[in-house]
Nanobody, 115 residues
Framework: QVHLVESGGGLVQPGGSLRLSCAAS????????MGWYRQVPGNEREWVAA???????NYADSVKGRFTISRDGAKNMVYLQMDSLKPEDTAVYYC?????????WGLGTQVTVSS
């Protein structure tokens, strides 16, 4: 069992930046993939970015070139650097850890992009 806790959300103006953090209670090397998702009330949860155990990264087209996912295995942390934020990036952002036959989620952190 691993627990994930997201932080770093908040209110930011369009064009601004935020860095989200995901703290895991156990080693993230236990997981094949660490990912970030987001959800707007009334909509389905949307995949944003992922990083594999081999450090390969993938991004949704909507955030490609603006967001960067990274991890620090020594600290059991995963990050999402979000630049050039747009109002449509407003959502609750969730961290997810997964391996074959197992997944777990954090409780999320709110990101609001508004002037």
């Amino acid at each position: 069992q691993v627990h994930l806790v997201e932080s770093g959300g908040g209110l930011v103006q369009p064009g601004g930046s935020l860095r989200l953090s995901c703290a895991a209670s156990r080693s993230i090397y236990n997981f094949n993939t660490m990912g970030w998702y987001r959800q707007v009330p009334g909509n389905e949860r949307e995949w944003v970015a992922a990083i594999s155990s081999g450090d390969s990264t993938n991004y949704a087209d909507s955030v490609k070139g603006r967001f960067t996912i990274s991890r620090d295995g020594a600290k059991n942390m995963v990050y999402l650097q979000m630049d050039s934020l747009k109002p449509e990036d407003t959502a609750v952002y969730y961290c997810r850890a997964s391996r074959v036959g197992y997944e777990t989620w954090g409780l999320g952190t709110q990101v609001t992009v508004s002037s």
